[in-house]
């Protein structure tokens, strides 16, 4: 094989790359990868260490504000929890204790996320076919002007 | 706001898999093509693909390089591209996808090495410096050019195009499997899925090599082979006649067996897909290039060269709409349906500007062009003159001027 000396020199790259893909892989599967399933386990606590907890829940949001908390859970919405609409409490008790302004989702889209008619959805669920329900323009606060969200009615 | 219709549940709304899931399987599909016409040629003798053998090899190349940036495009995080490859992850079906792409690149590239050997070793020889340093690392450093080396060569390009044949087949099927196994979809889950796919990226290879190759001639003004065109153009019409059949009688099979899936498919396509299948895949990129195409097989000899040619060119053109109009009904129309199988979502529009937008998917077609451009200045797809036989097969069976005609189906 006096003339195929090339081909000797591609086998041996050949070689070359393959052992480098496989060194590779080697450093490149994480240790803990496996531990709890087919991601790197170390990965679970470190998301959880990075994230500050910002849902505090219906209840810590009642100990300041009592009075629309009560009419919350008297109401149609009592499943629906507080920061859906206002934000997480992060949010607006910041850690060191100040208090700022929640953003407040008023939009129509957030209300019709569950109550625009779907034929899907179970036929008890109070839902509306938007465009015959509103009289005018479906934009904005539309659904805000005639239904409380704190204690909706039909 | 999402127009959903029909019983839809109410998170079966959006379209996830955008317009880059589109263009994998259509960038996909060139690879696998270009490389079955460069197998006519290398692997069962077609002389009549000679001219368009070199170009055939390096557009699957050229293709091959891009066919994964739509995936890490819409995924966001470019170095699960090598990922895919290095570590994969054996339950998930991309895993086949990252084995199988390595390893057709692999085959391709030592391919593409043997066949392109002599000229490097020639442009070495006659440049200097830095260049020559180039070209010298890219000869690994054997300037053997002897006829037993060139021998050598080509049985080395034989045994690995009948390695890269299957290996170019199975990427490309693969690609119809990954549908293909989606149990849970009616639309999808076709053991005729991967062959399909198959059939119609050698459809799409094919046209699109009729395109370039007339490109490229009139770009080097050079003349068109008109065998080769010819040549062409039965296939595709071969490749196409298949590809239609299969994709009609898995519709007609659904139809006649009028199973629960029926129901929605049928709503699917005669709403939301109404355009892109029976206009855009069945009539516009499946009928008239048909047509056309059967007046350039069965009138072959009475047709001018220019006529055949023309003719040709659009039923080229029309078919690389066909196959993307096929992709996008797959991929868009299989995710408009519901879980529910009783209604369907939002129809799909594909942003302009951002990640996974048109502009983006134009660029990465285009950017196979570029990188065909960088491999002519580099390496030079043309055959040097007189040059006779890099990658043909063995003295006594090629010949190094106009090619012989065979007889094509």
């Known amino acids: 094989m006096e003339h195929g000396k090339h081909v000797f020199r591609i086998v041996i790259l050949v070689v070359v790359i393959l052992t480098v893909v496989l060194l590779a892989r080697g450093f490149l599967v994480p240790k803990t990868y496996g531990l709890y399933g087919r991601y790197r386990g170390a990965n679970v606590g470190e998301q959880m260490n990075i994230r500050p907890v910002m849902h505090g829940g219906a209840a810590a949001c009642a100990d300041c504000h009592g009075d629309q908390a009560a009419k919350r859970t008297a109401g149609a919405h009592k499943n629906v929890s507080c920061e859906i609409c206002h934000g997480p409490l992060g949010a607006h008790v910041k850690a060191d204790g100040t208090v700022v302004k929640p953003p407040i989702d008023r939009s129509f889209t957030l209300c019709a996320r569950c109550h625009r008619k779907v034929a899907a959805r179970p036929a008890k669920f109070p839902q509306v076919d938007l465009d015959q329900h509103v009289n005018g323009p479906v934009e904005g606060k539309v659904c805000l002007q005639c239904h409380d969200p704190h204690s909706p009615k039909p | 706001m999402p127009e959903i219709t029909g019983f839809s549940f ?19 599909g060139f690879v696998a093509g270009s490389f079955i016409v460069t197998s006519l040629y290398h692997l069962f003798d077609r002389q009549e693909f000679k001219p368009v053998a070199r170009l055939a090899m390096a ?21 699960r591209g090598p990922f895919v490859i290095i570590t994969p992850n054996f339950t998930s079906a991309m895993a086949g996808f990252g084995i199988l792409y390595s390893f057709y690149l692999l085959v391709l590239v030592l391919e593409l090495w043997f066949v392109w050997r002599q000229e490097i070793i020639d442009r070495a020889r006659r440049s200097r410096g830095m260049v020559r340093a180039f070209y010298a690392a890219l000869a690994l450093g054997t300037y053997d050019t002897s006829p037993e080396a060139i021998e050598i060569d080509h049985k080395a390009i034989k045994i690995l195009a009948g390695i890269g044949l299957p290996a170019a087949c199975m990427l490309h099927g693969y690609v119809g499997f990954i549908f293909g196994a989606i149990k849970a979809n009616p639309w999808w ?42 040549a062409l153009a039965s296939w595709l019409w071969f490749f196409l006649i298949l590809t239609i059949t299969l994709e009609e009688l898995e519709l007609i099979v659904m139809a006649y067996e009028k199973s629960e899936s029926w129901l929605i498919i049928s709503e699917l396509l005669t709403t939301r897909l109404s355009f892109s299948y029976v206009t855009m895949q069945m009539i516009v990129g499946g009928l008239i290039p048909f047509i056309l195409l059967a007046v350039v097989v069965l009138m072959n000899r009475y047709l001018h060269e220019r006529v055949r040619n023309t003719l040709a060119t659009i039923a080229a053109f029309l078919t690389l709409i066909q196959v993307f109009s096929m992709r996008w009904n797959i991929v868009i129309g299989g995710q408009l349906l519901s879980k529910s199988l009783r209604g369907l979502r939002s129809p799909y529009e594909p942003e302009i500007f951002g990640r996974e937008g048109v502009l983006m998917a134009i660029a990465l077609f285009v950017a196979p062009f570029v990188i065909l451009w960088i491999f002519d200045r580099v390496l ?8 006779g036989g890099h990658g043909s097969p063995p003295a006594g069976q090629a010949s190094a001027g106009t090619p012989a005609v065979t007889h094509v189906p």
Do not use: K
């Not at chain 2, 709304?13 to 259509?26: E, G, R």
């Not at chain 2, 030079?380 to 040059?387: C, N, V, W």
């Open chain 2, 10 to 28: 109410p998170n079966d709304i959006h379209v996830t898999w955008s317009l880059m899931i589109v263009m994998y399987p259509y960038i996909t």
């Open chain 2, 59 to 79: 557009t699957s190349f050229a293709f091959l390089l891009v066919a994964s940036l739509p995936l890490q495009l819409h995924l966001g995080q470019p170095q």
């Open chain 2, 189 to 230: 889950s076709t053991p005729l899925m991967p062959v399909i796919f198959l059939l119609s990226a050698a459809v799409s290879g094919i046209a699109l090599l009729i395109l370039i190759y007339q490109l490229f001639a009139r770009i080097d003004r050079r003349p068109v082979v008109a065998t080769c065109v010819s």
């Open chain 2, 380 to 387: 030079g797809i043309e055959e040097p003159e007189g040059a």
